[in-house]
């Protein structure tokens, strides 16, 4: 007679193809981002280096409000893993200034909370 163990496994809202570089959450590992996503990685967060992607997936957004960054006065609400409740960084919901209206609608997440998977040889 052989025993059986049950293992469990998570379940997240999007898995991104395996064949891609992609970005998971340092703390679980769900999938974050494609790196086709990537806009740049050029920016400040609050716990240092981030990065700024057009889309991202298994994130949860919170209540904008309106804060003074780096680049000026933004609507931004922070984002969040939706496997783990981690805040990973903010999504840019209003730019004030007229020089800063292309990070609408774009997401920072911080170096701090995720790793590269797939393919990064």
Not at 53 to 60: E, L
Not at 82 to 100: I, M, P, R, V
């Amino acid at each position: 007679m052989s025993t059986v163990t049950m293992t469990r496994s998570k379940t997240f809202q999007a898995y991104l193809p395996n064949c891609h570089r992609t970005y998971s959450c340092i703390h679980c590992r769900a999938h974050l981002a494609n790196h086709d996503e990537l806009i740049s990685k050029s920016f400040q967060g609050s716990q240092g280096r981030a990065y700024l992607f057009n889309s991202v997936v298994n994130v949860g957004c919170g209540p904008a409000e309106e804060r003074v960054l780096l680049t000026g006065l933004h609507a931004v609400a922070d984002i969040y893993c939706e496997n783990c409740k981690t805040t990973l960084g903010w999504k840019y919901e209003h730019a004030f200034e007229s020089s800063q209206k292309y990070k609408e609608g774009k997401f920072i997440i911080e170096l701090a909370h995720m790793i590269k998977d797939n393919g990064w040889d």
